[in-house]
């Protein structure tokens, strides 16, 4: 049985009645995969302390009152992956979005003066609008990765100040959920066909900053991102007419296309001259990963799929970044590297979840002419070999799988402050 995608793109006609027996990839989102914003994606995502303007709405929304003007961006990303199992090369999909952004800090007067400020981003795969990829049981695939930036992101937040040193911040992640149902019936001439009833519809996860800056030299962060997910749902009812009398059950399959764990990130910069740094340390909740496909109907005798049992995990970070000043022009060149070790267990059965270490490589640079501001970005991610344990759970066949990757993604992004 071949694997399945599932697109939204223009319609779900092609859906075959044997995806209720199917395993689903899950993966996280372009913002969680690389950062949200050029200037991020630059520092390898390290941003929670000194983020500013539209990248402050997804990076920590306390960081939209470090901008004292409006500001608004427009960028694009393309990147690409290369994924090799037991020393063969797999198929890995390139990927590709526009991302959007603003943030404005409102003009009021007297007391609450400097002390409001809203944001919002958008993230848009320039091809699909909800991608998942369903292969067929006990296939190995990489789990976190693949279509990892196939759904659109939509995010905004807001910014207080409560004193001169601390501001906080909060706002929503929307991902795109796919609802509908296919019913299969015969048309008025006899012949089986199909219709498709779809639509998209938003799930929501929160996101709370707050950012402390005691002076000009040292600033500290912490960020909270709730859960996220980007769901879909479409159960098939089949009615094959008088020729066909017995009744086949609503297959229903319900599943998880995107998945991006609670977060939490604690960071610290600091200024020394024209240099700044910055460390950042993340913990990811991937302990309630979820089931790939949550709700599937399925023969009385086939047992329900294990749990995916990933773990929770940190991750460690380290930034830097440099600013030069000419008569007409200003510049900043940045770099970064994260380690994000993998909370995919080293032995699988029935899901065969694929991935490893990964060490995250950046660099990126700004060039600033007047009110407009040209950045650029490039990350590598090196994913570690590693052997993973495949156990037949029938048979207690026990397979190696050896396996490594990369993934890179090239960035670039005009801002505009008002």
């Not at 991020?40 to 990248?55: C, I, P, Q, T, Y």
């Not at 067929?136 to 976190?144: K, Y």
């Not at 996220?228 to 008088?242: I, M, T, V």
């Amino acid at each position: 049985m071949p694997a399945i995608h599932i697109r939204k793109i223009v319609s779900m006609r092609r859906i075959f009645l044997c995806v209720c027996l199917c395993a689903m990839r899950v993966e996280a989102s372009a913002p969680d995969v690389y950062g949200y914003g050029t200037r991020a994606m630059g520092m390898a995502g390290l941003n929670a302390s000194e983020a500013r303007g539209h990248d402050a709405v997804y990076h920590n929304p306390a960081g939209l009152l470090l901008g004292t003007t409006p500001s608004c961006a427009v960028g694009f990303s393309y990147g690409g992956q290369s994924l090799e199992l037991n020393h063969s090369l797999i198929d890995a999909p390139k990927t590709s979005q526009t991302h959007i952004g603003g943030a404005i800090p409102l003009p009021l007067g007297g007391f609450m003066a400097n002390r409001l400020a809203l944001g919002f981003g958008f993230v848009v795969p320039t091809e699909t609008v909800l991608h998942a990829y369903l292969p067929t049981p006990g296939t190995p695939h990489f789990s976190l990765v693949g279509y990892r930036t196939q759904t659109v992101t939509i995010q905004a937040a807001m910014a207080v100040r409560l004193t001169e040193d601390i501001t906080v911040g909060a706002g929503l992640i929307a991902l795109s959920t796919l609802e509908g149902a296919i019913d299969v019936a015969p048309n008025a001439e006899g012949r089986i066909g199909s219709s498709a009833r779809d639509q998209l519809v938003a799930e929501y996860a929160p996101i709370i900053g707050l950012s402390w800056t005691p002076n000009r030299y040292w600033s500290f962060a912490a960020v909270h991102r709730g859960e996220s997910q980007a769901r879909f749902g479409l159960p098939l009812d089949a009615n094959l007419g008088d020729n066909f009398p017995v009744p086949i059950p609503i297959l229903r399959v319900h599943g998880t296309a995107q998945y991006d764990p609670r977060h939490s990130e604690f960071e610290v910069s600091a200024y020394q001259g024209d240099l700044r740094w910055a460390i950042n340390l993340a913990w990811h909740e991937w302990s309630r990963f979820p089931q790939p496909v949550s709700d599937a109907t399925r023969p009385a005798d086939l047992p329900a799929l294990p749990t995916p049992n990933f773990e929770d995990r940190w991750a460690v970070g380290f930034a830097l970044e440099t600013s030069w000043d000419s008569i007409d022009f200003g510049g900043t060149v940045r770099g970064g590297y994260r380690y994000r070790p993998t909370p995919v267990p080293d032995t699988q059965t029935v899901h065969a979840f694929l991935d490893s270490n990964r060490h995250v490589f950046a660099l990126g640079h700004s060039l600033t002419w007047q009110m407009f501001t040209w950045r650029l970005a490039a990350q590598y991610h090196h994913m570690e070999e590693r052997k993973t344990i495949s156990v037949d759970q029938l048979t207690d066949a026990i397979t190696p799988l050896h396996h490594h990757g990369s993934l890179w993604m090239l960035s670039t992004e005009i801002g505009v402050d008002l």
